[in-house]
């Protein structure tokens, strides 16, 4: 039938079956979650109705350090969540085990900490699976949560590879604390508090001394405000 013949509402044999073959394609990668959550965006907050925040910390640097960092959120009984750097966990393998003993969540932030949006795939792919491949040696699983090194976003590969092993969604942030930058304590007291909000993921980072001396007194503020500093697992339950 012409075109300009067709009954209005009718739709072409042509048209039928692109829509068939859309609703199979649809149909196929709803039945694949691997597929469909590796072009989701990142999470970096959870629900901004209840009166939670994360503190989440990249792991690595001075072992020293770490021990003074774990011995202020055990002495204030605050949950976090510690996305290690694979060679840091393997040069002193009894850390993993005491994260977890303290209540903590521990994750996976590479092998090396390099600039993940930069490396080719099978550098990539051998960063995430390194680093998982530690902690299962350390802990028997390959830890709850991934984020990528070097970026607070992540890419389709850095999803797609991360997928690959068991990391259904990559942890961003919407609270930069700039610890890394050893701003001074007063710089990461504000840089939280200035912006942190119901479900804030706030980015800290060990191996800085601003962020010890920071820790008590930033804990403090978030409690005042009424924001309870929870673990990732009990923020975003499973993912």
């Known amino acids: 039938m012409p075109t300009s013949e067709r009954p209005e509402g009718s739709v072409s044999r042509r048209s039928m079956l692109r829509l068939g073959a859309l ?23 959870g629900s901004r109705s209840l009166p939670q925040v994360a503190l989440t910390f990249h792991g690595a640097g001075d072992k020293a350090m770490a021990q ?40 996976n932030h590479t092998m090396n900490h390099l600039q993940s ?30 984020r990528p090194s070097g970026t607070q976003y992540s890419t389709p590969l850095i999803r797609k590879t991360a997928l690959k092993y068991g990391y259904k969604k990559c942890i961003s942030y919407d609270v930069d604390s700039h610890d890394y930058q050893d701003v001074g304590k007063a710089a990461v007291i504000k840089n939280v508090m200035s912006s942190v909000k119901n479900g804030s993921i706030i980015s800290l980072h ?8 920071a820790l008590p007194t930033l804990i403090t503020q978030l409690h005042a405000r009424g924001l309870k500093p929870v673990t990732l697992s009990t923020m975003l339950g499973t993912i």
């Open 117 to 146: 949006k930069t490396l080719g795939a099978a550098k990539l792919d051998s960063e995430i699976s390194g680093c998982a491949k530690e902690l299962i040696s350390l802990i028997g699983n390959h830890g709850k949560f991934f």
């Open 68 to 107: 003074k960092l774990l011995a202020i959120l055990k002495s204030t009984q605050t949950p976090v969540t510690v996305f290690a750097v694979g060679a840091w966990l393997k040069a002193d393998t009894s850390i993993a085990s005491q994260i977890l003993a303290d209540g903590h969540d521990l994750g």
């Open 23 to 45: 609703a199979g394609a649809s149909t196929l990668l709803g039945t694949i979650p691997g597929i469909a959550n590796a072009a989701s965006p990142d999470i970096s907050h």
């Open 206 to 213: 060990f191996g800085h001394q601003d962020t010890i001396d």
